[in-house]
């Protein structure tokens, strides 16, 4: 399996493929990004703040294998140190009469690499953790932490520039 960047400026209903447990299988199904607003009259949405919450059924995993986000201007691109590719925990729903079956991804507050950018990320798992995810045998609180500093290699792009360079 290969994973790709992911850029969470992506449409809703961007479709990717995500895994996850379905019965005693492990699958891999291709999916839109968002979900529907559960009171009516509100607005889809891509991403779920985990603090405080359980997840204890429907979890997914989103292959990725580095994540982007625009500060003043500039393309940031964030990928592990070590080069390795990464998943971003989530939560898929099935489809409803008004709605396909969808997956949001979950946030946490950043590490100290993204700090700089922004306050939070995209809950990030290593590979060595997607069955404790998927499999539900380690508690949310467990594995829903920023990863230590040092993790994340951070590039930036200066706008109509095709220069990257590495900040971290």
């Not at 447990?21 to 009259?41: C, D, K, T, Y």
């Not at 359980?54 to 070590?82: M, N, W």
Request: a neutral charge; aromatic letters at 10%; glycine letters at 6%.
């Amino acid at each position: 399996m290969s994973a790709k960047v992911f850029d969470p400026d992506a449409e809703l209903d961007e479709r990717r493929v995500i895994i996850r447990r379905e019965g005693s299988n492990v699958e891999m199904v291709e999916l839109p990004w968002g979900l529907q607003p559960r009171e009516a009259g509100g607005k889809p949405f891509t991403v779920i703040r985990s603090e405080g919450r359980t997840f204890p059924s429907h979890r997914c995993l989103v292959p990725a294998s580095e994540f982007r986000r625009r500060r003043h201007g500039k393309l940031l691109r964030f990928s592990l140190s070590d080069g390795d590719w990464f998943y971003f925990a989530g939560i898929w729903r099935p489809a409803t009469r008004d709605w396909p079956e969808a997956y949001a991804i979950l946030t946490i507050r950043a590490n100290e690499d993204i700090v700089p950018y922004h306050d939070r990320q995209m809950a990030v798992l290593r590979r060595d953790q997607r069955m404790e995810w998927l499999d539900l045998t380690k508690p949310e609180a467990e594995l829903l932490q920023p990863l230590p500093i040092g993790t994340f290699h951070v590039f930036a792009q200066e706008p109509k520039s095709d220069q990257m360079m590495l900040i971290l």
